[in-house]
């Protein structure tokens, strides 16, 4: 195939935003974690990965004893770190409450062991992430067979927001930065990103970009009017209580968290709807070139309706489903139905939804707009559009 100055040009921008994400996340991760110290002490009790090799013996409750539970004494051999190769002794504590449900350890089994005191090597968890990370290849593989090159920037893309996520923005929380701005500019990042890496730079991208930035700030600017009006803590469980509790100076802002939480969250939603409109539209016009700013901004608003109600759908049952756990206890536990409704916990995943879903009315309108601007023919007359259902 001919290598044309299109192909150059294209080449040569996917590069840039490639030299982009990295420079960013390199200089971001240092900034973030300039003075940063809770990472680099150990505060926690030494641990190893290691295979059972044999299960020793077991030890039934004992009603005299202070443990009313099961112990599971075994042997493991270490498979990583300076310990590699080295056989332990160590136990599986389980709670008489909790044993119905708690996996027991069997011979073969990989897993997690950790000492809280010398020689005494106690079971954390099993080891799961290496099951993951073959689910994890063989998405990989599947998605650059049916994506191909869009498939590889997908996959680069989604690399890219994840290490923004863990090597920046919660170093910059864990430093006492400003959480709102590290949190904007963590979306910022990943849709300059993914859009262009996916889609090139180009006017159907320029236009995606401007709609999910318009959308994001909408849904950023009534996250913090509204959270003031309801008065938020950002207390909401015991995970937040513990992060109260952290040696750090200044303390966590937890109704920045909550802020941070709400952004990130809707991000990917915004990003889909704008993406869906410029594309759509973009298609439309390529087919169609002497269409004009009016009638591709009618069709962005027809395709924005259409896309409406399954993203918002998608926005609400993703909060519920997150949360499932704790709303069944709420249910069980409160006194009545006011006292639920009213919940801080429960008003945040409300409000979650709520502005996730007014971040994407948001963004449908002003997708149109930008691509009615960048892909319609003038025309001199003045502009009536008719939005009506």
């Not at 809280?116 to 593989?141: A, K, P, Q, T, Y």
């Not at 849709?191 to 318009?214: H, M």
């Amino acid at each position: 195939m001919q290598i044309t100055k299109r192909h150059t040009r294209a080449a040569i921008a996917y590069v840039a935003i490639i030299i982009f994400a990295l420079s960013f996340l390199y200089f971001g991760n240092r900034i973030a974690s300039d003075d940063l110290t809770i990472l680099q002490n150990d505060f926690g009790a030494p641990t190893v990965e290691a295979r059972i090799t044999r299960i020793l013996y077991v030890t039934e409750p004992d009603h005299m004893d202070w443990w009313q539970g099961t112990t599971i004494n075994f042997e493991a051999q270490v498979t990583s770190g300076e310990m590699r190769g080295q056989t332990l002794r160590a136990s599986q504590m389980i709670d008489d409450f909790w044993g119905e449900n708690t996996r027991e350890v069997e011979r073969r089994d990989r897993v997690i062991l950790s000492s809280f005191m010398e020689d005494e090597w106690h079971f954390i968890e099993h080891i799961r992430f290496n099951s993951i990370l073959l689910i994890g290849g063989v998405f990989v593989v599947l998605l650059l067979l049916f994506g191909r090159m869009k498939g590889l920037s997908t996959i680069l893309s989604l690399g890219f927001t994840c290490v923004a996520v863990f090597a920046v923005f919660i170093p910059a929380i864990l430093s006492g930065r400003n959480i709102y701005i590290a949190a904007l500019l963590v979306c910022v990042y990943a849709i300059l990103v993914t859009i262009f890496l996916v889609n090139g730079i180009n006017k159907k991208s320029l236009a995606a970009v401007i709609g999910c930035l318009g959308g994001v700030a909408a849904a950023s600017a009534l996250t913090f009017v509204i959270g003031g009006i309801l008065g938020l803590t950002g207390v909401v469980s015991s995970e937040s209580m513990h992060l109260l509790h952290l040696p750090l100076d200044p303390v966590i802002d937890l109704r920045a968290i909550i802020f941070a939480g709400i952004i990130i969250g809707a991000v990917g939603a915004v990003m889909d709807v704008a993406v869906s409109i410029a594309s759509a539209l973009w298609e439309l016009r390529e087919n169609a070139p002497d269409l004009t700013f009016r009638s591709i901004f009618k069709s962005g608003i027809n395709i924005g309706r259409d896309v409406m109600g399954s993203m918002t759908n998608t926005l609400v049952l993703a909060y519920i489903g997150s949360s499932l756990s704790v709303i069944l206890l709420l249910i069980i536990h409160v006194g009545s139905l006011t006292e639920l409704l009213n919940r801080e916990l429960v008003i945040v995943e409300f409000l979650k939804a709520i502005i996730g879903s007014l971040g994407l009315l948001f963004t449908m309108p002003l997708s149109a707009l930008i691509c009615a601007a960048l892909y319609g023919r003038r025309e001199k007359e003045e502009i009536e559009i008719d939005i009506e259902p």
